[in-house]
C-alpha cells in the first residue's frame, strides 16, 4: 500500500505553493474521473499527485538531473525544455517515490504531449492536468470538463487540439507526439 499522505507532505516541501495547489487539484480531479470511468481510484490519485514532481526545480537544473540520472532527451525535448519535467518527474516517481506500476509511470510520462492508444489512466490524467479547477481559462476549457465526464476520448481531442492552436499562436514549435495524439483521438 503505497503511502499517498506520505508523498503528500514531501511535495508540499519541495514544490512552490501554487504547483502544490495544482498538484492537489489534479489528484482530486484524477480521482473524480476515476470514479466515472470505473479506473483504479488510488493508482488515479498517486499519478495526479506526483505528474508534476519533476517540475520541482527550473529548467536548468532539470537538464543537468537527467544527465545525472542517464535519462536521455529526444531532440524535441531538448527543443522544448518544458516537456522534460514529464520524463524527469516519471523517473522521480519510480526512484524516489518508490512507484513501480508501470501504468502509473506512463501516466506520468504521458501527461504533457499524450500519445496516441493512450491507457485510460493516461487519458484521465492527460485531462485532469487541463481540466483541474485552478486551471485559468484556457480556450474550450468547459467543453473539456462536460466531455471529461462523458467522452474521454473527445475530451483528449479537444484539449490536444487547444493546444496545438495555443503553441500555434505564441509561436512555439510543437512536438510531434501532441500532434499525433489530436490526430488518433480526432478521428476515434
Ligand atoms: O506542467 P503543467 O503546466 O501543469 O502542464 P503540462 O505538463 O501539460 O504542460 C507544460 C507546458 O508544456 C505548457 O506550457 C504547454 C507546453 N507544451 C505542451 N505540449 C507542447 C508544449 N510545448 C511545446 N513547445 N510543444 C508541445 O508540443
Ligand atoms: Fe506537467
Ligand atoms: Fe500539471
Given at each position: 500500500m503505497t503511502d499517498i499522505t506520505g508523498i503528500q507532505k514531501k511535495l508540499e516541501k519541495r514544490l512552490k505553493p501554487e504547483r502544490y495547489e495544482h498538484t492537489l487539484g489534479v489528484m482530486y480531479t484524477a480521482a473524480s474521473l476515476a470514479m466515472c470511468h470505473d479506473a483504479d481510484i488510488s493508482k488515479a490519485m498517486l499519478a495526479g499527485l506526483l505528474h508534476?514532481?519533476?517540475?520541482?526545480?527550473s529548467g536548468k537544473e532539470q537538464i543537468r538531473l537527467c544527465r545525472e540520472f542517464n535519462i536521455t532527451l529526444t531532440e524535441s525535448e531538448r527543443k522544448m525544455p518544458a516537456l522534460i519535467h514529464a520524463k524527469l518527474g516519471a523517473y522521480l516517481a519510480e526512484h524516489?517515490?518508490?512507484?513501480?506500476?508501470s501504468d502509473i509511470l506512463g501516466a506520468i510520462t504521458y501527461h504533457t504531449t499524450g500519445k496516441p492508444e493512450m491507457s485510460l489512466l493516461e487519458k484521465i490524467i492527460y485531462i485532469a492536468d487541463y481540466i483541474e479547477?485552478?486551471?485559468?481559462?484556457?480556450?474550450?476549457l468547459s467543453e473539456v470538463r462536460s466531455a471529461a465526464f462523458s467522452n474521454l476520448n473527445r475530451a483528449v481531442a479537444l484539449s490536444a487540439g487547444s493546444t496545438i492552436s495555443y503553441l500555434q499562436n505564441v509561436g512555439r514549435e510543437i512536438d510531434p507526439a501532441t500532434v499525433r495524439t489530436y490526430e488518433f483521438y480526432h478521428t476515434n
Amino acid at each position: 500500500m503505497t503511502d499517498i499522505t506520505g508523498i503528500q507532505k514531501k511535495l508540499e516541501k519541495r514544490l512552490k505553493p501554487e504547483r502544490y495547489e495544482h498538484t492537489l487539484g489534479v489528484m482530486y480531479t484524477a480521482a473524480s474521473l476515476a470514479m466515472c470511468h470505473d479506473a483504479d481510484i488510488s493508482k488515479a490519485m498517486l499519478a495526479g499527485l506526483l505528474h508534476d514532481c519533476g517540475k520541482y526545480c527550473s529548467g536548468k537544473e532539470q537538464i543537468r538531473l537527467c544527465r545525472e540520472f542517464n535519462i536521455t532527451l529526444t531532440e524535441s525535448e531538448r527543443k522544448m525544455p518544458a516537456l522534460i519535467h514529464a520524463k524527469l518527474g516519471a523517473y522521480l516517481a519510480e526512484h524516489e517515490y518508490n512507484i513501480k506500476d508501470s501504468d502509473i509511470l506512463g501516466a506520468i510520462t504521458y501527461h504533457t504531449t499524450g500519445k496516441p492508444e493512450m491507457s485510460l489512466l493516461e487519458k484521465i490524467i492527460y485531462i485532469a492536468d487541463y481540466i483541474e479547477p485552478g486551471r485559468q481559462e484556457i480556450p474550450v476549457l468547459s467543453e473539456v470538463r462536460s466531455a471529461a465526464f462523458s467522452n474521454l476520448n473527445r475530451a483528449v481531442a479537444l484539449s490536444a487540439g487547444s493546444t496545438i492552436s495555443y503553441l500555434q499562436n505564441v509561436g512555439r514549435e510543437i512536438d510531434p507526439a501532441t500532434v499525433r495524439t489530436y490526430e488518433f483521438y480526432h478521428t476515434n
